[in-house]
């Protein structure tokens, strides 16, 4: 675009033309300076505002959460209620003074909140009150007020101070792990709580590499409990006692498994003419159990009555002092009647039946089922 120049004023009086032709050039200069500006406008390939963006402006949202200096938007007095200040209202900062019919804190305690969620009368929230309690709140279509919860709970506050504070386990639950890398000195560990040992460690169960362990204190009081984790069948257990110097020994926990462990033996002869009776479904044999009980099963035959051994225990087998016991005996010869007879297991282990009530057929049929201790 070009500005065209006025041709200047050319009269006798040059006074008058002069003060024309001054003002033409100022507004002359203008027009040029304006027309710069337009055109460095029109070839500024920057765009301002695009069509996209004067749509998501126009779209944006007007409503205000907090007032223009980013304070609370709603302002409730002592003599209102903030279920009536804020239902039906959008997502929105309020503060109540002290004193608010509805407000859950004390009377003389003012509180700050927001409503979250706002509409056709329902709505959620939070609100902390100058003495730093917070509360959650809510309520629905049809409610004429609000419901608060305190944050935590009264009753979560209780369980959390009467929660132990002394750790028994690791953070995740596991127990408290001391690894192959160090050396366990079992008595070191007094604090109360559940240990897994995974080293031979010094003054623990012997020959136990890993252990689970559980320790309880009460004072100068101590229980120690040891289980083996490798079979999981072993147990032992010791105390430390009231005021006492030294622990006590570690004792083995005897389970039902260890009552029935022990391998059968069978004696290494058979003596004074007695033989197996059936040696496939009553074969003779004994084992001891971890109480010391001798547990002797099995039937024989055709052997010499009186003191006369029909097998002999070795002498780990033998009871303390004699002892009889009275067995079945064959009814062959004698029927209808039943049979007894009485055997001696003595000192040392000879097993030898006495006698028997079949004077037909004394020997026919006796039998074993005895058990003893050897404590």
Known sequence: MDIKEPKPFEVNDKAHADLFNDMVNVLLENDTGLVEQILKHTNDAKIHASETEKEKWNESQSYKITADNGSQLINIPANARIFDAIKGKGTCTFYAAAGVEDSPSLSNVSIRGMQTVGEEDSGTGFAIDRSGNAYSFYYHTGDTSITWTKLPTD??????????????TQDNGKPIYHGFASETDYNTLTQTGMYLIYNQG?????????VFLLVMSYGTTLVQIAYESVYGKNTYFRVLKHNAESWTPWE?????SDLLEGSWETPKELKSNWKEYDPINLPVKYRKNLLGEVEIVGAVKGGILGNNEVFILPEEFRPKQAMHFVGVASSTGTPGVPQFHRTLIDKQGNVCVQSSSNTVNPTEFITFGFKFSTR
């Open 252 to 256: 083995k926990q005897i389970t039902l």
């Open 202 to 210: 010094i003054n623990g169960p012997s020959s136990f590499n890993r």
């Open 155 to 168: 009753s979560d506050r209780a369980r959390w101070d009467n929660g132990q504070l002394v750790k028994i």
